[in-house]
């Protein structure tokens, strides 16, 4: 089976206090997670080496970037590096997140950029794509995630490929409230695995793990998760609540 992912993307949230009784809380009361099954916390970057560390010794649970920067080093003030993730033993990082396209201007090309420093430093990104709410309204979704995959990813081998992620987020549910639902995230992720069959085949595609991304919360989890081509979630709003994330990890497959 692919592996089933629990993704907590944090994003600007919490103080180190509250994040240290956020994992812990986590962690005493998700059960052991299966082999197949990963449970991952993107954290703000001055929090990656105090939650890598409390999570020693768990079972497939990881401790993840929330962003790196496209160029390998130099004079880019209060940026952060791949190298620096390294260096702290950083196993995934997530590239391409929509707020990151829409406040900072990524560019497909800058997140192909990340992704090869990354591949390179044997970290596993965490490809974003997914559409804003006048493209899905038009019906260009597939079109518009395909653009994204086409320009950030083509590029990489079979092997490269199979070491990714991938999420899919469609913006106007992103913070909204306003999840997919369980079809339209199938149809499209389905899509999006038809995309990567067509250029890698079958078995590569067969192998690369698709998030679901947008309002994922303990009520709706099970249901989104248990499409055959939604291999978990990643997850913002709920991630910061002990008891909605616990029942997220218990909803994987
Ligand atoms: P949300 O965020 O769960 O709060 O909608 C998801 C994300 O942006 O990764």
């Known amino acids: 089976m692919r592996k089933q992912i629990a993704a907590a993307n944090w994003k600007m949230n919490l103080t180190i206090d509250k994040a240290a009784i956020l994992v812990d809380s986590i962690l005493e009361n998700a059960t052991v997670l299966q082999d197949h099954q990963r449970a991952i916390f993107a954290v703000p970057a001055p929090y990656l080496s105090v939650i890598k560390n409390k999570l020693v010794g768990r079972k497939n649970i990881f401790v993840a970037a929330q962003n ?3 160029k390998a080093s130099g004079a880019y003030t209060g940026e952060v590096s791949v190298e ?4 702290l033993g950083i196993p995934a990082c997530i590239v391409g997140h929509s707020e990151r396209r829409e406040y900072f201007n990524e560019t497909n090309e800058q997140i192909a950029e ?11 990104p965490v490809f974003c794509c997914g559409e804003p709410l006048e493209i899905r309204e038009s019906e260009g979704q597939n079109e518009f995630v395909a653009t994204q995959i086409k320009e950030s990813l083509f590029h990489l081998s079979e092997n490269e490929i199979k070491k990714l992620v991938i999420a899919y987020e469609p913006i106007w549910a992103i913070g909204t409230g306003k999840t997919a639902t369980t079809q339209q995230a199938q149809e499209i992720q389905a899509y999006i695995r038809s995309v990567l069959a067509d250029q890698y085949g079958f078995e590569v595609a067969d192998a690369v793990s698709i998030l679901y991304g947008g309002s994922v919360k303990a009520a709706n989890a099970k249901e989104l998760f248990a499409s055959n081509d939604v291999d978990g979630g ?7 609540i002990a008891d909605e994330f616990v029942s997220i990890m218990g909803a994987l497959k």
């Open 68 to 70: 790196c920067h496209h």
């Open 84 to 87: 620096m993730l390294s260096s």
């Open 114 to 124: 990340k992704i090869n420093l990354l591949l390179a430093a044997n970290i596993t």
């Open 234 to 240: 990643l997850v913002g709003g709920a991630s910061l």
